[in-house]
């Protein structure tokens, strides 16, 4: 059932497996998203057939298209499932490369017992063959790198010149990610906390600009508080989102729509020399 749809983006509330059944082959450029782990979480008790999703989200991704699967592993009985694991060598057995194996370092919630405190969940990149997108993240080197080459020049007067290495201060950031999470952290979005596991929008977006460019279309099958939407919707891209519980596509539906009526107050105030000026008029009075 189509719960939103705007300007070409869509939210579903149905069973992703069922709604991905009526999309054409190829038409997905990337997917961010996480399933529900393990029954970690009360998702309303629904449940999903995780061979048959992995499929379709095969057939749905374009030829060097990204899914972006984010999970973790429950301890049950003093033993972890391994389901991440198990999840990620099925995606491989249909086809889809496993490209990395990211981490996302969180903020931990301390606990008692007999481990160390858990800190991050698997983000896998799976590509249906090498990513046709990759913009990577830059980011600043902690030091400045001062080496000089061995190889100088001999300068007229005998003496002679090392020649400096040319080293730009800034490189492709890690693939161990810290993200943290919390109020005012995860989103600026109050609505959002009523969902019990919302992605933080910074993750999102940085897999969105990483793997798709403007125009693309992003999914996420498991919509829940719809973080990827709105994310997706920010960055100029669009979007496609399943949800199964009504209750959470209420919640996406109003952050999408939040996130909408936004974008459209900073295009107008941006594009409006008369608002500008009523802006400045007032801000010189208070200088
Ligand atoms: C880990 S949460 C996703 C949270 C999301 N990333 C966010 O930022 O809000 C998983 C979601 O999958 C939904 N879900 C569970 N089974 C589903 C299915 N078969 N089809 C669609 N959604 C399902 C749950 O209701 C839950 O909201």
Redesign the pocket.
């Known amino acids: 059932m189509e719960y939103y749809s705007e300007e070409g983006n869509v939210l579903y509330c149905?069973?992703?497996?069922?709604?991905m059944g009526d999309f054409t082959d190829g038409c997905v450029d990337l997917t961010?998203?996480?399933?529900?782990?393990d029954n970690l979480?009360d998702?309303?008790g629904?449940?999903?057939?995780f061979e048959g999703?992995a499929k379709e989200l095969f057939r749905v991704t374009k030829d060097g298209g990204v899914v972006v699967w984010?999970v973790g592993d429950a301890t049950i009985k003093g033993s972890e499932t391994g389901t991440s694991f198990r999840q990620a060598l099925y995606f491989k057995e249909i086809g889809f490369n496993l490209h990395d194996t990211m981490i996302w370092k969180k903020t931990t919630i301390p606990q008692n017992g007999n481990r160390y405190e858990p800190e991050f969940e698997y983000m896998f990149i799976l590509s249906k063959g090498p990513p046709k997108t990759f913009n990577p993240i830059k980011v600043k080197k902690l030091y400045k790198d001062n080496r000089v080459t061995n190889s100088g020049q001999r300068n007229k007067d005998g003496t002679y010149s090392e020649l400096k290495i040319n080293k730009t201060i800034i490189k492709t950031m890690g693939n161990i990610w810290n993200i943290s999470t919390g109020g005012g952290k995860t989103t600026k979005d109050k609505i959002?906390f009523k969902?019990?596991?919302?992605?933080p929008d910074r993750l999102?977006q940085d897999h969105i600009l990483s793997w798709s460019n403007e125009g693309d279309t992003i999914f996420?099958?498991?919509?829940?508080?719809?973080?990827?939407l709105k994310m997706a919707y920010h960055n100029k891209r669009k979007f496609i989102g399943?949800?199964?519980?009504e209750e959470?596509c209420e919640?996406?539906k109003a952050r999408i729509e939040n996130e909408r009526e936004q974008l459209t107050l900073d295009f107008e105030f941006n594009t409006s020399n008369i608002d500008k000026e009523f802006i400045a008029d007032i801000v010189k009075c208070f200088d």
């Not at 629904?46 to 057939?49: L, N, P």
């Not at 996420?220 to 990827?228: K, N």
């Open positions: 149905g069973d992703c497996k069922d709604v961010v998203t996480s399933p529900p782990y979480r998702y309303r629904y449940s999903f057939d999703i984010v959002a969902h019990p596991a919302i992605f999102s996420d099958p498991f919509a829940g508080s719809g973080t990827t399943v949800e199964i519980s959470y919640i996406a």
